[in-house]
């Protein structure tokens, strides 16, 4: 491989300018370089497709980080994407030359071409390989080989740490006075790592450097041989260099495959900029990059400065002493390195030891905010985008919902018009597979006019945007396309009814009649009772939406009531014969079902709770037949227990026969399982009920040694899940035992386990000051004596008046 260019000379061919992509160094290196030499024509490396839009980078609203995005015409998903930071040499170079009006190009292989290509090329794209990013990294042989062209230089230098190398050698590099001489030295390092491990035998690699040949032939005829100014990943300047003929590399073309093809800039991200995201020429750490660019003079206080703020707004005590004592360690720690400058390892040591008190906990917070950085680019309204894409832009704002790129929360509130219009787009985007927004737990009312979201916007995005555009020209239009394509392609019912979930959150009323279709097709044709229970919470759920978002959701309601009933049949002979995996399974949906009964309307034409007096029978030959798991007995009478429908001596009793002697351990820890176990409020039930406390606990101690290591795991799983207090009072009350002391709180006068017959008026009398406050009266008052008509006996209200 012939030698690199050296230092500028007059006659000595185009200025070669290699750089490290998203280099601060290497940017100012090239700004220098080109106000210094001024020539005619600036070439980048970077689709040719990207000529016509160059000019939109001088735009005022452009504001990086933003990428050049391309996708296959046919297969949007079929995507690269070429991104640029305020300090990528590339960046810098465009923005010179559009200041001055000096023609710039693009000059690597067009994306017609390399949206083409397949993995079996070696250019994973898109959605087959790592990362669209995938296609934008200019070393990709270097990739191939596993050879990383800075950890190799940085070795031989002496160093273990790339970054640092780089950043001694060229960051922290001074002023030259020669502007070329940086571009000599590097073109001179990747000269002898070409001649070591040569191309690697990547095709990609040489048919990308082939074109650039070819495109710098016709811009030296073109504008004069030392008048074009070529900026390159390093990588590519001894190719670039090289003496071969334009017949061998318009061979090299022949054949390539294309793909119609389409280019925009979107918006880019610093955290995408991150080599951890999985883009192949990224870097660690975006935010300090855009730091030493952006900073005139002092970089080093200025980054305290910013870190200190950052602390502070985290309610950290942070002082400007604290600042001046990190600079000073921070340079301390340089000099003790041997470094010019302070770099991130040294300022992060510093921040942890006089910032951060030597944890290491606010350092995550400052590397995500700061090191790497959240800030989201911004592009000019007159940048192509498809018609979906104009529609959601438009949407956003109107809706006053900026895309961010730093994660947040977002609570709505339904009844107000702004909010529910949120709602309604975040669903209708889900429903696209456009990410942007996930539902989150709301730290608020749990009832159906609030909502929380979670919202973060990626780069990819735009990806999802421009695949979903294939359903329609709007949201509304094109999420009710999807909808109704699903609803006839789909073939389980509870895939309908979820669709039907979504179609009312997101309020596509004119794709409901055929989800609605769908929905009462599945579900005539479906008999298997678990998917009836697995698909009737969602259409319960569904008909609470309806109140909200004033949506008809009579037909639901109706083909909700059928599959109830259905239920009701089919779910008895379902539950028998079931092994330990299907009653665990049978057990969830006899949750979700009980659930979903109670949130049903009455049927028109019926009366009044009969769809839930016919659940609750249901319950009750679940809860008394044996052929039936224990766990889904056990679950059965706590329901309906909860529910007011079975006495407490009734329960006590079905608690007893499945603690028998006569029940196999197994069966009886299941039925526990079933009663009192997961977070259904079982743990409180036995700590105020000992009648049943001390039937489980007669029943524990009388397991068979040989029985009991099978029955352990069961039991350890439903005890466990009681909260640490609850488990340390049922422990407390099962050592103090029957003989614990006579007639005590929770145990009657006669001394048989259970609720007590009477009020202990003594504990009841010290909540009493405490009631008085809260209904703003004196701590202490003179109580009336007890009407006689009113029973304290038996009231706890009497003890409290």
């Not at 056990?634 to 529910?643: H, I, P, Q």
């Not at 001390?694 to 350890?716: A, C, E, I, Y």
Request: charge should be negative; include cysteine.
């Amino acid at each position: 491989m012939p030698g690199a260019a050296p230092a500028r000379q007059a006659g000595s061919g185009p200025l070669l300018l290699g750089v490290r992509h998203h280099g601060p160094g290497s940017a100012r290196a090239v700004q220098a370089a080109l106000d210094t030499a001024e020539p005619s024509a600036v070439l980048i490396e970077g689709p040719p497709e990207g000529d016509a839009l160059v000019s939109l980078a001088g735009d005022a609203q452009m504001r990086p980080p933003v990428a050049l995005l391309a996708h296959a015409v046919d297969d949007p998903g079929r995507a690269a994407f070429w991104p640029l930071a305020e300090f990528s040499p590339e960046w810098v170079a465009i923005r010179w030359a559009l200041a001055r009006d000096v023609p710039v190009r693009f000059i690597d292989l067009p994306a017609t071409h390399s949206l083409a290509f397949t993995e079996g090329d070696g250019t994973p794209q898109g959605e087959t390989g790592p990362g669209p990013e995938a296609a934008l990294d200019p070393d990709t042989s270097a990739r191939a080989l596993r050879i990383d062209p800075l950890a190799v230089l940085a070795e031989a230098a002496g160093y273990d740490d790339a970054e640092r190398w780089w950043e001694d050698v060229v960051e922290h590099r001074g002023a030259t006075t020669d502007p070329f001489a940086p571009f000599a030295a590097v073109g001179e390092a990747m000269t002898a790592l070409r001649e070591e491990y040569g191309d690697g035998g990547h095709r990609r690699d040489l048919v990308r450097e082939a074109y650039m040949r070819i495109q710098l032939r016709a811009a030296r005829k073109e504008f004069g041989d030392d008048r074009v100014a070529v900026v390159c990943g390093a990588w590519h300047v001894p190719a670039l260099g090289a003496k071969t003929t334009a017949t061998a590399d318009r061979a090299l073309l022949r054949g390539l495959p294309k793909v119609k093809s389409e280019m925009t800039w979107v918006p880019w991200t610093h955290h995408r900029l991150a080599r951890h995201s999985g883009y192949g020429a990224g870097i660690d750490s975006p935010g300090w990059y855009g730091h030493l660019f952006g900073a005139p003079d002092r970089p080093v206080e200025r980054w305290m400065t910013k870190v200190a703020g950052l602390l502070r707004e985290e309610d950290r005590p942070v002082s400007s002493a604290h600042v001046i004592e990190a600079v000073r360690l921070a340079e301390t720690l340089a000099t003790m390195r041997g470094r010019p400058l302070a770099g991130l390892t040294e300022t992060t040591d510093a921040v942890r030891a006089v910032m951060c008190d030597g944890s290491d906990v606010p350092l995550g917070l400052i590397r995500d905010r700061l090191v790497v950085g959240d800030v989201l680019g911004e592009v000019p309204d007159s940048a192509p985008a498809v018609p979906l894409q104009r529609d959601l832009t438009r949407l956003q704002r109107s809706l006053r919902l900026k895309p961010e790129a730093l994660e947040r929360e977002l609570d709505l509130d339904l009844r107000k018009e702004t909010d529910a219009g949120r709602s309604r787009m975040l669903h209708r985007l889900r429903l696209l597979g456009i990410g942007w927004g996930e539902p989150a737990a709301g730290r608020g009312s749990t009832g159906t006019f609030r909502e929380s979201w979670r919202l973060r916007w990626e780069p990819e995005l735009y990806v999802r945007v421009a695949e979903a555009g294939v359903w329609g020209t709007t949201v509304l239009s094109a999420a009710t396309a999807k909808a109704e394509s699903r609803a006839v392609s789909a073939t389980g019912l509870a895939d309908v009814t979820a669709l039907a979930e979504q179609c009312l959150l997101a309020e596509l009323t004119d794709a409901l009649p055929v989800v609605m279709k769908a929905l009462a097709d599945r579900a005539a044709l479906d008999a298997d009772v678990a998917h009836l229970a697995h698909a009737l919470p969602a259409l319960a759920r569904s008909l609470r939406y309806g109140d909200v978002r004033s949506t008809d959701t009579a037909a639901l309601g109706e083909v909700a009531a059928g599959l109830a009933e259905r239920i009701c049949v089919g779910l008895p002979p379902a539950c028998a014969g079931l092994d330990a995996d299907g009653a665990a399974e049978m057990r969830g949906h006899l949750d979700s079902v009980h659930t979903a009964i109670g949130l049903l309307p009455d049927v028109p034409g019926r009366p009044a709770g009969d769809l839930s007096g016919r659940w609750g029978a249901v319950l009750r030959k679940l809860a008394g037949r044996d052929t039936v798991p224990g766990v889904v007995r056990g679950r059965s009478a706590r329901l309906l227990l909860d529910d007011g429908r079975l006495p407490e001596d009734e329960a006590a009793r079905l608690m007893g026969l499945a603690l028998s002697p006569a029940s196999p351990p197994a069966d009886a820890a299941a039925w526990i399982e079933g009663f009192v176990g997961g977070a259904s409020g079982g743990g409180m039930l036995l700590v105020h009920d000992e009648r049943l406390l001390g039937l489980v606990d007669t029943w524990l101690t009388g397991v068979p040694d040989g029985s009991f290591t099978d029955v352990l795991p069961l039991l350890r799983r439903t005890f466990s899940a009681y909260e640490p207090g609850v488990r340390r009072t049922l422990g407390e009350l099962v050592r103090r035992g029957p003989a614990g002391g006579g007639a005590r709180p929770g145990r009657s006068e006669a001394g048989i386990p259970g609720f007590g017959a009477g009020i202990d008026e003594t504990r009841a009398d010290t909540v009493l000051s405490v009631v008085r406050l809260l209904l703003g009266g004196p701590a202490t008052q003179e109580l009336p004596p007890p009407s006689p008509e009113h029973d304290d006996d038996n009231d706890l209200a009497g003890a409290a008046r």
